[in-house]
T-cell receptor, first 114, second 115 residues
Framework: AQSVTQLDSHVSVSEGTPVLLRCNYS??????LFWYVQHPNKGLQLLLK??????LVKGINGFEAEFKKSETSFHLTKPSAHMSDAAEYFC????????????FGKGTRLSVIA | GAGVSQTPSNKVTEKGKYVELRCDPI?????LYWYRQSLGQGPEFLIY????????DSGLPNDRFFAVRPEGSVSTLKIQRTERGDSAVYLC?????????????FGPGTRLTVT
């Protein structure tokens, strides 16, 4: 069975400083990994996804994530935080074993301080 | 184009009542998913449709929960004899073909409150 652990429930950064949201996964098969963002009162939006191609994945709004199999990690980073990045972020895994549903982490709330 | 829509956006019901939640997926998407998101948690899978059939209903918590997708587009999640513990945001998502790497597009959710 697959699972994800988001290591921080809340991260607070100053505007213009780097963002690091940590995620470790567990999967029986080669996983597909995703990061979704959820702004207040809005639907979940896909930021980026890894599906066994390049290990460094670039997403929307300047976010990127690196798949590290040896560390079973898929941390999300951004060089410079913007006020509009404040939201809830979910690390998500889906097994390659078939048409399985997404398994979400518990989320990390990102606060950006002016 | 239009995204995934869900109605109602909010539903308040009394314990023991029956509720129906509706999802309109993106046109042409064959795969449809229902998730439930409790306060402070990530979404949890309930059921997955491929076309008209439920391909995986392993996430439904008990037999009070049922979902249909009779024509392969709109889906309805039905909850009988609601309990206070059913209070959550119910999310619907659709994807083009249901492949494990397909992007799932989420609706805004229905917030269900059972009093």
């Amino acid at each position: 069975a697959q699972s994800v652990t988001q290591l921080d429930s809340h991260v607070s950064v100053s505007e213009g400083t780097p963002v690091l949201l940590r995620c470790n996964y567990s999967s029986s098969y080669s996983p597909s990994l995703f990061w979704y963002v959820q702004h207040p009162n809005k639907g979940l939006q896909l930021l980026l996804k890894y599906t066994s191609a390049a290990t460094l994945v670039k997403g929307i709004n300047g976010f990127e994530a690196e798949f590290k199999k040896s560390e079973t990690s898929f941390h999300l980073t951004k060089p410079s935080a913007h006020m509009s990045d404040a939201a809830e972020y979910f690390c998500v895994v889906s097994d390659h074993s078939g048409n399985t549903p997404l398994v979400f982490g518990k989320g990390t709330r990102l606060s950006v301080i002016a | 184009g239009a995204g995934v829509s869900q109605t109602p956006s909010n539903k308040v019901t009394e314990k023991g009542k029956y509720v129906e939640l509706r999802c309109d997926p993106i046109s042409g998407h064959t795969a449809l998913y229902w998730y439930r998101q409790s306060l402070g948690q990530g979404p949890e899978f309930l059921i997955y449709f491929q076309g008209t059939g439920a391909a995986d209903d392993s996430g439904l918590p008990n037999d009070r929960f049922f979902a249909v997708r009779p024509e392969g587009s709109v889906s309805t999640l039905k909850i009988q004899r609601t309990e206070r513990g059913d209070s959550a945001v119910y999310l619907c998502a659709s994807s083009l073909s249901g492949g494990r790497a397909d992007e799932q597009y989420f609706g805004p959710g229905t917030r269900l409150t059972v009093t």
